[in-house]
């Protein structure tokens, strides 16, 4: 009982501390590293909360795959670029604000409820809980049509990205276009991104 | 641990993502604090779940999951086009819809 509160503990303080470097840290790299400390925080949680599948599917999916698609797309895009100048003035003081009084309605709206599992462990349950037998078993029983959809989902954003992300020629801009045919070096082969930059 | 301490750490993760989607610019980070903010969710769903002592708050949970992978993805493809299309990546300067 003691163990697991002081794991309690341990967790949320790194989830809550990753939280806060995710939203807090001025390099992007950082707060991807900071997000990636509060994800295994939360799957110690989970684990707390014996969703044994769910706090694997977060380490490995998430901290481990997610995760690294956010560090490419930030080491592509340049990464620690975000202009030091204080953001528009009122957001800044008014982000905070709004967090706090939704954070203090939400408590409220929880522990003002008169639902009595709140107060307790929950009932027991047996060793195979959140166990992948048992979430597979629900998967494909209950929740069959939204396991389709998801996956339905998961390909229509495969394709999406593919197309977003490719290179298109004819959306770019017309004195753009010209340039860069003027350009002698911008029209070879093998020269990325970067070097059409240049033709600007 | 009782359950309303998983709640109320998820109210928390969850202000704290919606500050940080408030008060940010880059695009980036933005999604960041989108992705605190659906695990603010997730972790409630898996405590409600733990609560009831039923899996269905699990599959909603994970099916979540799948749904911020999608989300990333699409987001950040969004992302590598306007870095290639040489946009500011600044979410304050792409405004042209904006009515």
Redesign the interface.
């Known amino acids: 009982m003691f163990f697991e509160q002081l794991l309690f503990f341990i967790a949320g303080i790194a989830a809550l501390g990753g939280a806060f470097g995710v939203v807090t840290l001025r390099n992007q790299f950082y707060s991807v590293l900071s997000l990636i400390a509060h994800l295994l925080g939360l799957a110690v949680l989970f684990l707390l909360l014996t969703a044994e599948f769910l706090a694997a599917a977060q380490v490995v999916v998430y901290a481990g795959a997610v995760m690294v698609l956010y560090l490419f797309v930030v080491a592509y895009i340049g990464g620690a670029d975000e202009p030091l100048r204080p953001e528009s003035g009122l957001l800044r003081v008014l982000g905070p604000v709004v967090a706090l009084v939704l954070f203090l309605e939400l408590s409220i709206a929880v522990l003002g409820s008169s639902l009595n599992g709140l107060g307790s462990r929950g009932p027991d349950v047996g060793p195979g809980f959140g166990s992948p037998a048992q979430i597979g078993e629900l998967l494909l029983n209950r929740f069959l049509l939204p396991f389709e959809a998801a996956s339905f989902l998961l390909l229509v954003a495969a394709v999406g990205a593919v197309v977003m992300a490719r290179k298109r020629r004819g959306l770019e801009e017309p004195e753009a276009a010209a340039v860069t045919l003027g350009d002698p070096m911008a029209g070879k082969p093998g020269i990325g991104a970067r070097g059409e930059g240049k033709a600007y | ?9 998820s ?10 989607v ?5 695009p ?2 933005i ?3 989108l ?2 903010m659906l ?1 603010a969710g ?2 409630a769903l ?2 409600f ?5 039923n ?2 708050g ?2 909603f ?3 979540v ?6 989300e ?3 987001g ?6 306007m ?4 946009l500011k ?1 600044d979410v ?1 300067s792409v405004s042209e819809l904006r009515g």
């Open positions: 641990m009782n359950v309303e301490w998983f709640v109320v750490l109210a928390m993760i969850f202000a704290i993502g919606a500050a940080g408030l008060t940010r610019r880059s980036l980070v999604l960041l604090c992705e605190l695990n997730n972790l898996i405590a779940s733990r609560m009831w002592g899996g269905d699990q599959v949970a994970l099916i999951m799948v749904v911020a992978a999608c990333v993805v699409i950040l493809g969004i992302i590598v086009a870095y290639r299309r040489r990546i304050d």
